[in-house]
Every structure is written in C-alpha cells, then in structure tokens.
C-alpha cells in the first residue's frame, strides 16, 4: 500500500516576485559536447546541501526557472541543461540516459558538491533515481515529480507506441512551427489540465521541443523503459518525495503505490487540478510541498 507522509552573471529575467539572487551560466566543454549549467547563488547562504534541478523529456532547464528563483532564497540551485537539450548542444554523438547521469555525476564533482538534494521531473526522476543509487552517501534528499515506475508490460508497450509517435513528429518538425498558430496550445495539451495563461511560456515549451537532438531524444526515450531504473529505485536510501498530480496524462495513477512499495523510505503528496508540469501549471502548491520536504 502507499506511504504517505565561459561564465556570465546576468539578472534574472522573469522574476516571480523581487529578489536579489546572482545567476551565473557556466558553460563546460565535454568529450560529447557542451554543457551548460545555471546555478543560482543563496540571497542568505546558509550550511545547507545545495539542490540539482534535473528536467525531462522533450524539455530544458528553463522551465524551472521559477521554482530555481525561490529555493535560491536560502540555497545554492544547480540547473543544467542536459547534453543535446537547450543550449548544451551540438553533441557529437546520441546521449542515452545513462550518458546523461554520467554528465550529471560529473557535474556534482566538477561542482566539489559533497551533499546534493537532488529534484528530478519525468524522465529526469528516472536519472535521479539512477543516480541517489549510485551515490547514496551524497544524495540527502531526492524529489521525484510526475514519475512513477512502469507496472506491467501492456503499459510498456503503450508507452513505446506514444514514443513512436513522437519519433515520426521528430522527423517533420521544423523549427518555423513555433509560428503556426495554434500549435503550441495543441502540443501541450497532453501536458497541462489548464492551459498556461501567458502565451509565452507554451512557444518557448515547443522551442525547446522543436531544438532537441532528435537521436538523443530516441536514446533516452529507448531506456526509459529498463528494469535497471526499478532496480535502482529500491537501493535509494534518502529520504523521497513523489509528487503527483491528479490530472498527469502521461503518468499512469495506478502505479503511485507500485513505485512507493519500490523505493525504501518513500512518501507521496498529492496535487489538485493540475497536469504533468506542475513547477508551471501550480507554482506555489509545488513549492510549498519542496520547502516542506527539502532541508532549506
């Protein structure tokens, strides 16, 4: 059953309210390409672990600009674009899954980051997961949003058919498509209960779709179905968040409780009204639930 319980400095740009954090980009050359990574300094630094925003599929660290300006009240924020996402791009070569928690356990050192707090989103949960397990005495707390582990095999095959829609998409999609009208409302759909109201936000979401490294989507989107992400969910030893929201569309519900019985010292809580990207669509109801979790 469940349990409940280069560097440049630069302003931020969108600001949920006035704050005086200094945001700086750095940007590390790789074997495989660039990666670039915002860290936002604490207003009032303080003894405790830094947090590692990690975003999903189909994404960049963009959408967590938001919720990066708010824990940077009172802790170092670290939140990097992965490796053929974003601005960390061109890679010289696909980047599955576990390339990417290799370039986020590589960022921790490069960092000389002993204690994370680690908050992963969809696909970015399953890299945390993989990566709390294999670094379990510097993982203090993990966050896992809008992820749950895979229950049965029909729903494995659902999933591969959504993704092979989606590798067809990658094929036709051109970068003009962010001017069609109506096209960024309809593609989050799926996304959202309720539509942001800032038309803004849904054309830099299909931007950021749009930019991606189509074989290192495909790479990653091929592991996300591995038994190894179950396996390494039941040696997480942190404390862990799943936060789920009762209207996720691409989050099957019933596999809440499966993944909790999975992971050792887990809890849930639960989001009203609100699709796959909370941190967007319920800024403050997500926040609320990460100070009350994470050591701040």
């Known amino acids: 059953m469940g349990k409940t319980a280069m560097i440049t400095t630069r302003t931020p740009t969108a600001p949920p309210q006035p704050q005086r954090h200094s945001h700086q980009t750095l940007t590390y050359q790789r074997p495989g390409g660039p990666v670039v990574v915002d860290i936002w300094e604490p207003e009032t630094p303080g003894a405790v672990a830094p947090v590692l925003l990690v975003h999903g599929w189909g994404g960049s660290g963009?959408?967590?600009?938001?919720?990066?300006?708010?824990?940077?009240a009172t802790t170092r924020v670290i939140v990097p674009d992965l490796p053929g996402t974003g601005r960390s791009q061109p890679v010289r070569g696909?980047?599955?899954?576990?390339?990417?928690?290799?370039?986020?356990?590589?960022?921790?050192?490069?960092?000389?980051i002993d204690r994370v707090q680690i908050v992963g989103h969809s696909m970015g949960g399953a890299m945390s997961v993989l990566l709390s397990a294999q670094r379990p005495d510097q993982v203090e707390r993990l966050v896992l949003t809008a992820l749950t582990f895979f229950m049965t095999k029909q729903q494995e095959a659902i999933y591969a058919q959504v993704m092979g829609f989606f590798k067809v998409m990658m094929l036709l999609r051109h970068r003009s498509f962010v001017h069609v009208p109506g096209l960024s409302q309809m593609m989050a759909q799926q996304y959202f209960h309720r539509l942001p109201d800032d038309p803004a936000v849904l054309r830099e979401g299909l931007m950021e779709y749009l930019r991606l490294d189509r074989e290192t989507a495909l790479a990653c989107a091929g592991n996300a179905t591995d038994a190894a992400i179950r396996e390494a969910g039941a040696q997480v030893t942190a404390p862990t968040l799943l936060i789920a929201s009762r209207q996720d569309q691409m989050?099957?519900?019933?596999?809440?409780?499966?993944?909790?019985?999975?992971?050792?010292d887990s809890r849930v809580r639960w989001i009203e009204a609100c699709g796959h990207l909370p941190m967007v669509e319920k800024p403050d109801a997500y926040l609320a639930l990460l100070r009350d979790f994470l050591v701040l």
């Open 251 to 264: 989050m099957p519900m019933e596999n809440v409780d499966f993944t909790l019985d999975i992971i050792p």
């Open 62 to 72: 963009s959408y967590w600009r938001q919720t990066a300006q708010a824990l940077a």
């Open 94 to 112: 696909p980047q599955n899954m576990y390339d990417q928690v290799e370039t986020l356990a590589w960022l921790l050192d490069a960092l000389e």
